[in-house]
């Protein structure tokens, strides 16, 4: 799940980072008003879940509430990468002479939060990781001895921070560390970390990423979904509690099981074809739970076949093979189907898919196969 930049300052302003603290307005008057209660020049920003807002012009100075209410009446209504801008932060301008990026994000081959930091930070930070990657310093945190003094002091010296510079970076990375742990995050960025022509350190961007997994135990996150801003694909398969992931292939997949889903995806891509989705309906799952699958998958225009991989124990493959039958209804579906359905009541199901385009298999290698034949002969 993520969150917006200024919810994302509301929890990291809590663990000491220094943020000019602002307002969110979603008309321009209410911009206006912030910007007067401020005092002095402040930014407009939009509040959308996507990067880049600045270059999209998304972020704008203003000098006064006038401007203020001009500027947030250019950017809200804005089309930003497809969403469109409902609310804009107001929040005190600052003076810049440097930009410093710092992350922490999980690095599972580190099996560690892995600390970024660079002294070339701001909007072109993706540009840098791409190009110059040995711009980006990279630090692997310990999880049994936390985020150390002594390796922020060593980051900080290599941005070429200096004097006091030192210790209020070494507070706001244990801080952003400290977040990151305590929220449960998968992302916590700071981009960027602003040095004034004053030398002090400014957060005046932050972004936060949160495990959905970890959820159940963050109560107060919950309430920060952003539900406009949820794809309606995540939205209709989380509330069908159900496992799913977009990817770019043309091969939908309906599978019970993560990890047989996983071994699903690779056998489809050993036979050539890409997966469009990794998609679990769980164990035990019924018709209803099936044909929401199957709508979601199917509204990817750039599915050419579908391939439901189902192992019955728990899950009924008579149950599963009536929620083929009722998505089939329910769209209209052209898109060929092949179904490698075993175990639990299999004949039943058999039974039941008769008539529909359906191609059976006996195998998983099978499937995947006919799977990545038919996406071709569909292409
Ligand atoms: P992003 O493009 O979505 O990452 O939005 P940011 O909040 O990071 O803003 C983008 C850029 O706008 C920053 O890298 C800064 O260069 C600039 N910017 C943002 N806030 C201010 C500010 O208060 N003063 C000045 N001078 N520039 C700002
Ligand atoms: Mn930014």
Redesign the pocket.
């Known amino acids: 799940m993520n969150i917006h ?1 200024h919810q994302a300052k509301d929890i990291l302003v809590k663990h000491g980072l220094p943020i ?1 603290m602002g307002e969110v307005a979603t008309t321009p008057d209410e911009a206006y008003a912030a910007a007067q209660k401020l005092g002095g ?3 407009v ?2 509040q959308v879940l ?7 012009g ?2 704008k ?1 203003a000098r006064t509430p006038e401007e203020a209410r001009d500027k947030a009446k250019a950017i809200l209504g804005m089309n930003i990468k497809g969403i469109i801008v409902k609310k804009v932060l107001i ?6 002479a440097r ?1 410093i990026y710092l992350g922490m994000v999980i690095d599972r081959s580190q099996k560690a939060v892995v600390m970024m930091a660079s002294a070339a ?3 072109d930070i993706e540009e840098v990781a791409r190009e110059t990657p040995e711009k980006i310093i990279r630090l692997p945190i310990d999880p049994s001895l936390g985020l150390r003094d002594y390796q922020a002091r060593d980051v900080a010296f290599d941005l070429g921070l200096q004097g006091p510079q030192i210790k209020e970076f070494t507070q706001i990375a244990k801080g952003l560390y400290e977040a990151f742990g305590e929220t449960d995050a998968s992302l916590a960025e700071v ?2 970390l ?1 040095v004034t022509p004053e030398g002090k350190l400014l957060a ?2 932050a ?1 936060m990423n949160f495990d959905d997994s970890a959820l159940f135990r963050q109560p107060d996150l919950e309430g920060l979904r952003d539900e406009a801003e949820e794809s309606p694909d995540e939205r209709d398969a989380r509330e069908a509690g159900l496992n799913y992931i977009e990817l770019d292939g043309t091969i939908g997949c309906l599978v019970n099981g993560a990890g047989l889903a996983m071994a699903t995806m690779d056998t489809v891509k050993l036979y050539g074809g890409e997966p469009a989705n990794f998609l679990d309906i769980g164990g035990g799952a019924r018709a209803d739970k099936v044909t929401a699958a199957l709508k979601i998958i199917l509204r990817d225009p750039n599915v050419k076949a579908v391939l439901v991989n189902i192992f019955g124990g728990i899950t009924r493959v008579d149950e599963v093979a009536k929620g083929i039958q009722a998505a089939f209804q329910e769209t209209g579906t052209q898109v060929p189907f092949v179904v490698r359905l075993v175990g639990t009541n299999e004949d039943a199901g058999r039974e039941m898919l008769k008539g529909l385009n359906v191609t059976w298999a006996g195998t998983l290698s099978e499937a995947a196969e006919k799977a990545a034949q038919a996406a071709r002969g569909n292409a």
């Open positions: 930049e000019p020049p402040v930014v920003k939009a996507v990067g880049g807002r600045g270059k999209a998304g972020v100075l929040a005190p301008a600052v003076d810049i930009e930070g701001g909007v981009n960027p602003v005046i961007d972004k």
